[in-house]
């Protein structure tokens, strides 16, 4: 761990515990060694460096839309943190690639399965990517969701606090069957997945997700 790395890593911790009023009790399940894929909500950008300084010492790294880097401060952050600019919209296998280097070497994944910010804290319909890095892996993943920071515009504005909550599932891996997977399948191992967020998450935040009668583990191995 370089110098900048460190000084600016804890400024930004202390920073967000300034900010927000911190529940990361459950960060103690978070495996401390190995690859992992923890899949997880994305709300706003509070998130990001919250969790990611409360991580450490693990390493860590995420998906960043590209255009974070248009921003210099912004892309010297994500640079030093080592995110992976990835473009949205379209296939990135540049992307995809680093994803797994990461792995390889023993890394922290956060994919958001949901692709963008909910900015309300309601869960959307997740997308494919995840399922197609859990493949290519083999890694286990770990569900983790927060909630809370859809109110820290609000708390800031009245000069309070703001109450995140971090919660941590069950670790799991995907099971894929021999035959060859289809779009209906890949659907439902990616639906099995947000489940598994949902379920984590009270009532009002489930979004799309919010009939858990539909919650099935078919494709899901808990370890």
Known sequence: MNFPYSIITNSVRSL?????DVD??????????????????????????LVFTHLQPRKVTAFAKAETWDNPLMGYLFDLWGAIP??????????????????????????????TRSGNGQLACGQPGIVVMAQRSNVPILPMVYYGSEKLKENL??????????????????????????????RKMVDEIM???????????????????????DYIDFA
């Open 86 to 115: 990835i473009q949205r919209g379209e296939a990135d296998t540049t992307a995809f690639r680093m994803g797994l280097k990461a792995l390889e070497d023993g890394k922290i994944l956060a994919i958001t399965p949901e692709g």
């Open 157 to 186: 504005a009245r000069l309070r606090r703001t109450d995140f909550y971090i919660k941590v599932g069950k670790l799991f891996k995907l099971s894929f069957p021999e035959t060859r997977i289809d779009r209906e399948k890949r």
């Open 24 to 49: 990361d009790s459950q960060l103690s399940q978070v495996p401390e060694h190995g690859p992992l894929i923890i899949a997880c909500n994305h709300i706003n950008f509070m998130e990001v460096p």
């Open 195 to 217: 489940y598994q967020l949902a379920i984590l998450l009270p009532g009002e935040y489930r979004g799309y997700y919010s009939d858990l009668t539909k919650l099935t583990t």
């Open 16 to 20: 967000t515990r300034i900010i927000c």
